[in-house]
């Protein structure tokens, strides 16, 4: 009988952070879960970390090849039955009642597929030397939830900012970040294309945006639960982008295009065609003269164009959101109020 929720990582060279993460887990008030690790051929110690810990994983699979975030994950999500999943990054850390608090209030709400907490920025620390973090004063958001703007970036909703109690409130948001995404597997199933729940074709990067945007059009919602606590050490911030390695540029750019390819319709697109095309038009100009590195991601958009387009046409013919209620929050809308419970 499978538990309540499966915990899916996907590790890749992750060493530094991976021993955190997982005494998190063992210190979860909430125990009807099982750990499913996919390593992505890691050359560092992360063997040795997943190793050692072998008695409280239900699944390891250690990869010849780096398959991606995506693809990694799908092989978990096919080969587990949980009600609920976690997707978590090796470099977060919960609190003790994450998931307590996560699948109580998911319980609690029907319409909500997928759920999010109130992730809090976190510091470098040496492998083995972590101290469980603590809330405290001034504490630097990383993520309550995905939001976007006219031009159709999108952005996690308080990134940066110190916590004041503004995100204090259980509401609605466009999607959950990648780095600790809680999804109700009824959710999955219902925009799953094929066996892929995340787009393969996205390798990693932006594909937790795709997920969130294929099942807002389906109806479902994202909850935000600011008493779920994280802790989360982000490495991919727009202001980083000239010291991140060139294949996260390059995949980051070419996901740009495709997750509008797959899921934008025709109006939010013309209403918002100047913003829109005058950021385009920046990123690649951008890459032309200064980030070659990145130009792989234009034949590699066209590989994936047709799939794409076959993916949107399947969406178009069974979404139930109303292309107006979606463009609300495609034009810059941060939340939404939630039902009382």
């Not at 060493?15 to 955190?20: E, F, K, T, V, Y």
């Not at 069974?318 to 929050?329: A, I, L, S, V």
Request: glycine letters at 6%.
């Amino acid at each position: 009988m499978s538990a309540g929720v499966a915990v899916s990582i996907v590790t890749y060279n992750s060493a530094q952070h991976l021993h955190a993460c997982l005494q998190s887990l063992k210190t979860q008030s909430y125990g009807d879960f099982d750990i499913y690790i996919f390593d992505n051929a890691s050359s560092d110690a992360t063997a040795g970390i997943i190793e050692e810990s072998r008695p409280m994983l239900q699944s390891v699979h250690y990869s010849a090849e780096n398959l991606g975030f995506c693809a990694a994950h799908n092989r978990i999500l096919g080969s587990s039955s949980s009600k609920y999943v976690l997707v978590l990054n090796p470099d977060v850390v919960l609190d003790s009642r994450f998931l307590e608090i996560l699948t109580r209030e998911m319980d609690r709400d029907p319409a909500a597929g997928s759920a999010t907490g109130k992730l809090y920025r976190r510091r470098r620390t040496s492998p083995g030397t972590e101290a469980p973090p603590r809330v405290s004063g001034r504490m630097e958001l990383d993520s309550t939830g995905i939001f976007f703007t006219r031009c159709q970036r999108h952005f996690d909703r308080g990134s940066g900012e110190i916590d004041a109690g503004q995100y204090n409130r259980r509401e609605y948001v466009f999607g959950a970040s990648g780095a600790a995404a809680f999804y109700r597997r009824g959710m999955l199933e219902d925009i799953r294309s094929g066996k892929e729940f995340f787009d393969e074709s996205f390798f990693a990067y932006r594909e937790d945006a795709d997920l969130a945007w294929r099942a807002r059009w389906m109806g479902w919602e994202c909850l935000y639960v600011p008493g779920a606590i994280a802790f989360h050490e982000r490495r991919v911030l727009p202001e980083r982008r000239s010291s991140l390695p060139p294949a996260i540029n390059m995949h980051s750019f070419k996901n740009r295009f495709l997750l509008r390819i797959k899921n934008m319709d025709a109006g939010t697109y013309a209403r918002n065609f100047i913003p829109i095309t005058f950021r385009d038009a920046a990123a690649c100009g951008y890459v032309l003269l200064r980030e070659w590195s990145s130009i792989p991601a234009l034949p590699r958009l066209v590989r994936a164009l047709s799939k794409a387009l076959a993916q949107r046409r399947a969406l178009e013919k069974k979404r139930r959101t109303p292309p107006q209620e979606m463009r609300r929050w495609l034009s810059g809308l941060k939340s939404k109020p939630a039902p009382e419970t």
